[in-house]
């Protein structure tokens, strides 16, 4: 975060990337901006000067209000957080908005937690916007999928024991049309899992099926770089024990594999570890 920036002067034009599509207009733009883990420290410049100067700000519940508070006092804030049970016409509600909001003449800013693009539907938010002619960019967010590790003193990817990382949503476990190849998955060296707190259990039983062995090493870590952090250590046997035990919750971090010893190793030596 860096307070007190020179702001942003309005644009005659969007930036030059493949993720923009049409060239800018009177009737307003939208920037998709990855708001990171949760502090705002960790947001890039762009992001937070698009904040100082934008007229609306449409968040979800991923968004800390120190984050919020980085834009103008003269700002529409509109919170669109999704119940459970209707997601999908949550997000149809979000793109009719946003759309709205920019012919509208509005610099809108929609803040999403982690990357724009990695497991947050911003994609299908770019789609939307492109196809109602709505000029737009995207900013990138530091994912959670990475931060969060970090924050554990986790190394997702080491020499001697990880050449490779896998991110998954954890939504899809247990539905009968799953796009995951849990065959594939279970020889990945280490994986990361998002949004998988209620099916901890159900990711565990789908690799212990396919050969992972029970001891294998996992790690739930929750609310990285919210304050108030946890961390639940387990191996693929006890996860869902010790998830439930420990009652965690949303939001959430699921990594598997030998890399999660790294966290006693490091704990005792970086500064501020959950």
């Not at 108030?228 to 939001?251: N, S, Y």
């Amino acid at each position: 975060m860096i307070p007190g920036g020179a702001p942003v002067k309005p644009d005659s034009g969007c930036y030059d990337s493949p993720l923009t599509p049409h060239r800018a207009s009177p009737s307003g733009r939208v920037s998709l901006v990855g708001a990171g883990p949760g502090d705002p420290d960790l947001l890039t410049v762009r992001a937070a000067e698009l904040l100082r100067n934008a007229e609306v700000v449409v968040y979800d519940r991923l968004i800390q209000e120190r984050v919020l508070t980085l834009a103008s006092l003269s700002a529409e804030r509109i919170y669109m957080g999704k119940a459970a049970g209707r997601h999908d016409s949550r997000q149809e509600e979000i793109n009719a908005l946003l759309v709205r909001k920019a012919l509208e003449g509005k610099r809108v800013v929609r803040l999403k937690g982690g990357d724009p693009f990695l497991l947050g539907r911003g994609g299908e938010e770019a789609e939307y916007l492109a196809e109602h002619g709505v000029p737009f960019e995207v900013v990138p967010g530091i994912s959670s999928a990475l931060a969060a590790p970090l924050r554990a003193g986790i190394a997702v990817t080491h020499r001697e024991l990880a050449s490779s990382v896998t991110i998954v949503t954890g939504h899809e476990c247990g539905r009968e049309k799953s796009r995951l190849d849990w065959e594939a998955l279970s020889r990945m060296e280490t994986l990361v899992f998002l949004m998988a707190v209620h099916n901890a259990g159900c990711i565990a039983d789908h690799l212990m099926a396919r050969g992972r062995s029970p001891s294998t090493p996992a790690a739930m870590i929750q609310q990285a770089f919210w304050g108030g952090e946890r961390v639940v250590m387990a191996t693929l046997g006890t996860l869902a024990e010790e998830v439930q035990r420990a009652g965690i919750q949303p939001p959430a971090t699921l990594v598997i594999g030998e890399v999660v010893r790294l966290r006693e190793k490091l704990r005792g030596f970086l500064e501020g570890l959950p």
